[in-house]
């Protein structure tokens, strides 16, 4: 059972594994913060890969969870499955629930320097340090063995979190992300008002720039871009990484697919499988109790 720093709150059998939300105390957000967690079936003493999902604008810790489908997959993978909340909650901060493409729901995954939002916003940290020891030590996670997954802004946060902190992902994916947040309206105004006005440090998070910087050694990427995404010019920035011509990414175009969680839901199932292969998983049949 999970220890006392984590406060249930709900519980569903699901695929013969389990699937929960926990509340708990953050030291980094200074605050309480919520994730979601499937755990697939497995034998006593058995530990297992964990893959993060980090969601994007306006959502939360259920958003994934509740519609993308998943969990059938990593049942049958042996995968973890995590998925944070997009923000902290309920800070206190004046104008943090004013605009839904910053502040509550939009932490965008970086650790804001600027006053107020220093105080609260490192989810940064909170995701690449603060979750996953808190996952290995109240549920059966294979030390090291992790990969990281978004959408959008939570697409520009797998890749950011997976590319800054080398060697404790294995495996990198996102699905239509904020590729050069530098470059774009929801970028500029969140890294203006998290980091400063010096945008030098802007560059720090921006997974174009880090790419750029990587010299190609970073773990093997798969994006999946929808062409009917209606943000992809303005937001996503997407053939920017396309022109890279990196070996290890694999960018994969989808002509009618747009922004949405039907598109996630359709090719989630070989996010989970790439995840799986570079993480060692191993596959186990389906049950059902």
């Known amino acids: 059972m999970p220890a006392q720093e984590l406060e249930i709150l709900e519980s569903h059998a699901c695929f013969a594994g389990r699937m929960a939300r926990y509340e708990h105390p953050s030291r980094h957000c200074q605050g309480p913060m919520r994730f979601a967690i499937f755990i697939p079936p497995h034998q006593p003493g058995e530990k297992l890969p964990v893959l993060t999902f980090l969601a994007g604008l306006t959502c939360s810790e259920e958003t994934f969870m509740i519609k993308a489908g998943a969990q059938r997959y990593a049942a049958e993978l042996g995968l973890i499955l995590v998925a944070p909340d997009t923000s902290p909650r309920n800070t206190g901060i004046a104008g943090e629930n004013d605009d839904w493409d910053f502040g509550s729901g939009a932490g965008f ?131 920017y990484l396309e022109a890279l011509n990196d070996p290890q990414i694999t960018l994969r175009w989808h002509e009618t697919y747009d922004h949405s969680y039907f598109f996630i839901s359709s090719f989630i199932g070989e996010h989970l499988n790439f995840h799986a292969r570079h993480l060692g998983a191993v596959p186990r049949s389906p049950a059902h109790d």
């Not at 490192?122 to 996670?141: G, K």
């Not at 294995?170 to 006005?197: C, E």
């Not at 880090?210 to 093997?220: D, E, I």
């Open 109 to 239: 995954y970086l650790d804001a320097t600027q006053a107020p939002w220093q105080a609260h916003y490192q989810m940064f940290s909170y995701v690449t340090e603060e979750l996953p020891a808190l996952i290995a030590r109240n549920f059966p996670m294979s030390a090291g063995v992790q990969g990281i997954c978004g959408h959008s802004m939570g697409g520009h946060g797998a890749l950011a979190c997976g590319l800054r902190r080398p060697g404790q992902y294995q495996s990198l994916s996102a699905f239509a992300p904020v590729s050069a947040p530098s470059q774009t309206p929801w970028g500029q105004k969140a890294f203006s008002r998290y980091l400063g006005d010096d945008t030098r440090q802007w560059l720090a998070y921006d997974s174009l720039e880090l790419l750029k910087s990587s010299g190609q050694q970073h773990p093997p990427i798969l994006i999946d871009q929808g062409r009917a995404d209606p943000f992809l010019e303005a937001e996503l920035k997407t053939e």
